[in-house]
């Protein structure tokens, strides 16, 4: 008789674990089916959405959509022009300025050495200076270079030119 209750015991505790595993596939069946409801429900309003396009496409004539496909095209080209320009007008500045600051540096390197002429050390000490400066500078401007886009280095350099002239005019 005890080996029926014992057997009835571990049948039980067989049927629970069982039971368990069971509701455990039960839940993750019920997460996966709720995950994929949603994703249909998604779908479906996605679907709903292209259709209410389509349906106001369709009221509209082809010749519209053409027409306002290339005014969009008209604007992104002038754009993009537009940043040309802007590119080109960038460097211009840029180089402008290197030419300025490189005047700067040696009117002011010549002022210092015609400050200190008596004082041999501080004359070293502004030549190291002045070529670290001068250093930086054509490494910059190397940089600058090598990092810019092939079309803003390709620019018409008319303005350039001018502006380097007139800096030049400028610097006594």
């Given amino acids: 008789m005890s080996c029926t209750i014992e057997k009835a015991l571990a049948d039980a505790k067989a049927?629970?674990?069982?039971?368990?595993?069971?509701?455990?596939?039960?839940?993750?069946l019920i997460e996966q089916t709720t995950a994929?409801?949603?994703?249909?429900?998604?779908?479906?309003q996605y679907q709903e959405e292209?259709?209410?396009?389509?349906?106001?496409?369709?009221?509209r004539p082809r010749s519209t959509l053409v027409m306002g496909i290339q005014q969009e095209n008209r604007q992104i080209r002038e754009l993009q022009q537009e940043n040309k320009e802007l590119r080109?007008?960038?460097?211009?500045?840029?180089?402008?300025?290197e030419l300025i600051m490189s005047k700067y540096r040696e009117q002011m390197f010549r002022l210092l050495m015609?400050?200190?002429?008596?004082d041999p050390g501080i004359i070293m000490k502004l030549?190291?200076?002045?070529?670290?400066?001068?250093m930086v500078h054509r490494n910059s401007s190397e940089g600058f270079f090598l990092a810019?886009?092939?079309?803003i280095l390709e620019a018409p350099q008319h303005g350039l030119e001018?502006?380097?002239l007139e800096a030049n005019q400028n610097v006594p």
């Fill in 15 to 28: 049927l629970v674990e069982r039971l368990r595993d069971h509701d455990d596939a039960a839940e993750s």
């Fill in 36 to 44: 994929l409801n949603k994703r249909v429900e998604a779908m479906k």
């Fill in 50 to 59: 292209i259709q209410e396009l389509n349906e106001v496409a369709r009221h």
């Fill in 88 to 97: 080109t007008s960038l460097e211009e500045h840029q180089s402008a300025l």
């Fill in 114 to 118: 015609a400050s200190k002429k008596d």
């Fill in 127 to 134: 030549k190291e200076q002045h070529s670290k400066i001068g």
């Fill in 148 to 151: 810019a886009p092939r079309h």
């Fill in 162 to 164: 001018r502006r380097h």
